[in-house]
């Protein structure tokens, strides 16, 4: 049987500096007509001018630092860790519908989140840490049905959907128990990041920060990982350990960006999927282009999200859903029931 990675295009390294520099172009223009653009339209001369502290206590410098800037910072945040995290577990588990959102890993970041805002709701620092347990107990609960019964990709699909399915009835018994333990309740269950400040950004981005440095630091041993766990496990490498710590990674990543940006889908599942496609299969070059393309992508999305119909506005993770369902369809449709391990 051919391998799902058969599906991507071999670019050498020179190749991918002409796609770096437009991803990267693409992120920052994402970034700054996410700052612009609104019901109060900020020129770009003006956005610099706030920026570099030039224009204090006006209603410019209110707008942007209080409201576009942390939400901005956000998306731009979120997308790279959902983005990420989405290519790890395609990879671990060698399985292309895979991705945080399908496996159980979103939601289990968000029953974590929901339990904490009923417990400590004052204790907000520490979300990131529970939404990370959560997501690892979806890691945990997949990876072993998958093992147990034969790691089929359309098993591990079925088995993410059904623990999603048990998280979201979780999430859902809190809230029905404690009306206040979330606020935003339909925004967090859609996804979305109005209302966002910097303090409640700030515990997520060092977890996202610290777990993205790991996985790059990894990256050649997921590219033997990705040969196979026999090939890799000839070659000295530990493949069942190392498979654990990556997926522990990429529930740290998912966790993180769950903690303040809600359950969003699509982002881990369509990016990667591009981006193997435009710089190949070699680890580090598909996490770095995954981390700019999620983050434009997230960005875009909520821009449109918020422009669509203003002045009113809609959760961000309607727009996902409405792009990444037809996609994920399609997908679904070329896979014919294949093993992810050899």
């Given at each position: 049987m051919k391998s799902w990675r058969t599906f991507s295009i071999r670019r050498s390294p020179d190749n991918r500096i002409p796609l770096f520099a437009v991803l990267a172009v693409l992120t920052v223009l994402a970034g700054a007509a996410?700052?612009?653009?609104?019901?109060?339209?900020?020129?770009?001369?003006?956005?610099?001018?706030?920026?570099l502290g030039r224009m204090p206590n006006t209603p410019q410098a209110k707008i942007l630092l209080f409201a576009r800037l942390p939400r901005t910072c956000g998306c731009l945040l979120a997308g790279m860790a959902l983005a990420v995290s989405g290519a790890v577990i395609q990879g671990v588990l060698r399985n292309p519908l895979a991705a945080p959102h399908i496996i159980g890993v979103s939601s289990g970041a968000g029953l974590m989140v929901t339990l904490w805002g009923a417990v400590a709701p004052t204790a907000a620092a520490v979300l990131p840490l529970a939404a990370f347990l959560g997501a690892l107990a979806g890691v945990v609960l997949v990876l072993l049905i998958a093992e147990k019964t034969g790691a089929a990709r359309i098993t591990v699909v079925l088995a993410g959907v059904a623990v999603s399915s048990m998280f979201n009835a979780g999430i859902d018994a809190v809230i029905t128990l404690f009306p206040h333990a979330l606020n935003g309740y339909s925004d967090f269950r859609i996804g979305g990041l109005s209302g966002l400040s910097m303090s409640r950004i700030l515990p997520a981005f060092w977890v996202i920060l610290a777990a993205f440095l790991f996985i790059l630091s990894l990256a050649g041993e997921l590219d033997l990982l990705l040969l196979g766990?026999?090939?890799?496990?000839?070659?000295?490498?530990?493949?069942?350990?190392?498979?654990?710590?990556?997926?522990?990674?990429?529930?740290?990543?998912?966790?993180?960006?769950?903690?303040?940006?809600?359950l969003l889908g699509f982002v881990g599942l369509i990016?990667?999927?591009?981006?193997?496609?435009?710089?190949?299969?070699?680890?580090?070059?598909?996490?770095?282009?995954?981390?700019l393309g999620g983050a434009a992508l997230l960005t875009g999305c909520d821009l449109l999200s918020r422009l669509l119909f203003a002045p009113y506005e809609l959760?961000?993770?309607?727009?996902?859903?409405l792009a990444g369902g037809p996609f994920f369809l399609w997908l679904l449709l070329r896979q014919r029931g294949g093993r992810i391990h050899d």
């Open positions: 996410s700052l612009c653009l609104g019901p109060v339209l900020i020129p770009p001369g003006e956005l610099l001018e706030v920026l766990t026999e090939t890799a496990q000839s070659l000295g490498l530990r493949a069942k350990p190392l498979r654990l710590i990556l997926l522990i990674l990429a529930a740290a990543l998912a966790g993180a960006a769950v903690s303040f940006s809600g990016v990667p999927h591009i981006m193997r496609r435009l710089v190949g299969e070699e680890s580090r070059p598909l996490l770095l282009a995954s981390a959760p961000v993770g309607i727009v996902l859903s």
